[in-house]
T-cell receptor
Framework: DAKTTQPTSMDCAEGRAANLPCNHS???????VYWYRQIHSQGPQYIIH???NNETNEMASLIITEDRKSSTLILPHATLRDTAVYYC??????????????FGKGTTLSVSS | DTGVSQDPRHKITKRGQNVTFRCDPI?????LYWYRQTLGQGPEFLTY????????KSRLLSDRFSAERPKGSFSTLEIQRTEQGDSAMYLC?????????????FGPGTRLLVL
């Protein structure tokens, strides 16, 4: 079962910031939060990950609450090409190293002009 | 393009036939994962390799499925006696580095349709 909860869908106007929330109330102290997105018919694309500090890269910013029970992915200036399903993921450790990504249904972000 | 390639991109087969998919990971990545994604759902973990060793299999991986990574480089996923329920996108991902914060990079997937 997915260990995260996300809204099913969100809309955003082109050029505006898109803020995608995620709840992960059962996250443990050493688990990272990962965000991926999937544009129709393509493989998932890595966006960003974080543990407890806010993170920023060329694609997005990740804000994690102090209690680590929720986070927000921010796309600062959404474009039409950002229309995709966004997955917030807390991983599951596998035996003998390696981790499985447990995907939920994600948030479908629709960016319109 | 993440550097992970999969072949073929699309496969249509008849029920009962065998199919084989190939994944070429990013060259220096020692971990390789297979996932399956059905329509409207997120990807689901199937199996995992570290170098040539298959270390984990999901309960989703029935006896008709077999995966190999013979030289620790490319991997194949074979489905024997395909069923209509096998229709899905099969995704491969690779990673390297510390497990605690490894990043898995996905290929474009192979879309299978079983008629």
């Amino acid at each position: 079962d997915a260990k995260t909860t996300q809204p099913t869908s969100m809309d955003c106007a082109e050029g505006r910031a898109a803020n995608l929330p995620c709840n992960h109330s059962t996250i443990s102290g050493n688990e990272y939060v990962y965000w991926y997105r999937q544009i129709h018919s393509q493989g998932p694309q890595y966006i960003i990950h974080g543990l407890k500090n806010n993170e920023t890269n060329e694609m997005a910013s990740l804000i994690i609450t102090e209690d680590r029970k929720s986070s927000t992915l921010i796309l600062p200036h959404a474009t039409l090409r950002d229309t995709a399903v966004y997955y917030c993921i807390v991983r599951v450790a596998l035996n003998q190293a390696g981790t499985a990504l447990i995907f939920g249904k994600g948030t479908t972000l629709s960016v319109s002009s | 393009d993440t550097g992970v390639s999969q072949d073929p991109r699309h496969k249509i087969t008849k029920r009962g036939q065998n199919v084989t998919f190939r994944c070429d990971p990013i060259s220096e990545h020692n971990r390789l994962y297979w996932y399956r994604q059905t329509l409207g759902q997120g990807p689901e973990f199937l199996t995992y390799f570290q170098n040539e060793a298959q270390l984990e299999k999901s309960r989703l991986l029935s006896d008709r499925f077999s995966a190999e990574r013979p030289k620790g480089s490319f991997s194949t996923l074979e489905i024997q006696r395909t069923e209509q329920g096998d229709s899905a996108m099969y995704l491969c991902a690779s990673s390297a580095g510390r497990t605690s914060q490894e990043t898995q990079y996905f290929g474009p997937g192979t879309r299978l349709l079983v008629l």
